[in-house]
């Protein structure tokens, strides 16, 4: 049973650009949820995908955005990159996305933004 | 909202001794609070959870933590160290629809 996967696993670019990262969540979970940890601090909330829609949303610009395909994978979009948006992008998923629900994490994505 | 606190960014014990990592919550509502231990280069796995059914509750590899809420507590604690244990580990609290607000960490040291 594969667990979540990300990719790519690191990514550099330059202020301006776009990204695009990709999270396939654990078998016969639908939902999914986005991190961002920054170097030496805990991951915070982006965002949650359930049922193809955007269900609830953390601190971040409109910069960040999402969405849900239909076999429950998702993509987290980051436009006019900053510098400040170099970290390691965390996806995670679960079922449902109650919140007793075990949330399982990939990997994660590495961004590096020059 | 609901946030955690972890107190003490690093934490370094010697291996075979006492491991104890600080977390306090804060919450309008009763808590769902997580454990989740974080090594070098990867992602976050899940050593224990606390969903009300006990206040004791028992994870993975060793690891246990107690609610406690009077004191808005949910210290992690292991009896015997192992140098594998060496790692960040965060605390964090759900919210009604299960987003994580996750504390800080606390990078713990196993010295031999």
């Known amino acids: 049973d594969a667990g979540v996967t990300q990719s790519p696993t690191h990514l550099i670019k330059t202020r301006g650009q776009q990204v695009t990262l990709r999270c396939s969540p654990k078998s016969g979970h639908d939902t999914v949820s986005w991190y961002q940890q920054a170097l030496g601090q805990g991951p915070q909330f982006i965002f949650q995908y359930y049922e193809e829609e955007e269900r609830q949303r953390g601190n971040f610009p409109d910069r960040f955005s999402g969405h849900q395909f239909p076999n429950y994978s998702s993509e987290l979009n980051v436009n006019a990159l900053l510098l400040g948006d170099s970290a390691l992008y965390l996806c995670a998923s679960s079922l449902v996305g109650g919140s007793t629900d075990t949330q399982y994490f990939g990997p994660g994505t590495r961004l590096t933004v020059l | ?112």
């Open chain 2, 1 to 112: 909202a609901q946030s955690v606190t972890q107190l003490g960014s690093h934490v370094s014990v010697s291996e075979g001794a006492l491991v104890l990592l600080r977390c306090n919550y804060s919450s309008s509502v009763p808590p769902y609070l997580f454990w989740y231990v974080q090594y070098p280069n990867q992602g976050l796995q899940l050593l224990l959870k606390y969903t009300s059914a006990a206040t004791l509750v028992k994870g993975i590899n060793g690891f246990e933590a107690e609610f406690k809420k009077s004191e808005t507590s949910f210290h992690l604690t292991k009896p015997s160290a192992h140098m594998s244990d060496a790692a960040e580990y965060f605390c964090a609290v759900t919210g009604p629809t299960g987003d994580m607000r996750f504390g800080a960490g606390t990078r713990l040291t196993v010295k031999p």
